[in-house]
């Protein structure tokens, strides 16, 4: 490993004031934002049937996928039945901050007892097999944004965790997707979060759902 002759204190000290000095560029909305955006972006049941109207039109909704990080043309969200209602946390949302913690309880407060499920899906590139292959090849400056980008995913893990908590008290169910070798799932906080939550493992391949790229 090439660390340019500094000791792993100071890379690691490196790294923690990358990190503070990056935080400042996460887009987190004010509350005139939020109160915007959350007004637009759930709509509520009309009557008893749970009938609501979305871009799609009117629609009756049976139950409630929340997809925690993820991206805007999720395949979730595309291929959800009619009676399920997805809404997406994208990057724009800041899934690290308030507004989008009370927009997700907002959420199930409108949709309370419908079955609601959370999905995690967090960035997960520092946890990777080519990952822990690259870093035996990696520059200083390698070494740090692979430390900035394992900080980043443990502060969105915290989040998933309080929004997990928070669904967990509204009946819901809980999702959380790694890659099955991802080095993530030997984190002591992980492993002991899945076991305080009750949580079952379970390994599957994509393609065996029909999960393939577009060659096929």
Not at 103 to 110: F, G, K, Q, W
Not at 162 to 191: M, Q
Request: hydrophobic share 40%; with cysteine; glycine share 6%.
């Amino acid at each position: 490993v090439d660390t340019d002759n500094e000791s792993l204190d100071d890379l690691v000290t490196a790294s923690n004031n990358a990190l503070s000095a990056s935080s400042h560029n996460f887009n987190i909305p004010n509350d005139d934002d939020f109160i915007a955006e959350a007004s637009y972006a759930i709509p509520a049941p009309t009557s008893l049937d749970n009938s609501v109207t979305t871009i799609q039109g009117t629609q009756t909704i049976r139950r409630i996928i929340i997809e925690f990080c993820c991206g805007e043309n999720s395949l979730i969200g595309q291929r959800a039945p009619d009676d399920c209602l997805v809404f997406r946390l994208t990057e724009k949302d800041d899934v690290l901050s308030k507004s989008c913690t009370a927009y997700i309880h907002r959420i199930l407060e409108t949709y309370k007892g419908l079955p609601i499920l959370l999905w995690g899906s967090l960035p997960c590139t520092a946890g990777s097999q080519w990952n822990n292959y690259n870093l035996a090849h990696a520059s200083t400056t390698a070494l740090i944004a692979n430390e900035q980008q394992q900080a980043l995913f443990y502060r969105m893990f915290n989040a998933f965790k309080l929004a997990a908590k928070t669904v967990n008290k509204f009946n819901g169910d809980i999702a959380f997707e790694l890659p099955r070798y991802c080095s993530y799932w030997k984190g002591h906080d992980l492993r002991e979060w899945l076991r305080s939550m009750g949580m079952n493992s379970v390994d599957f391949d994509g393609c065996a759902l029909g999960l393939v790229d577009d060659d096929g």
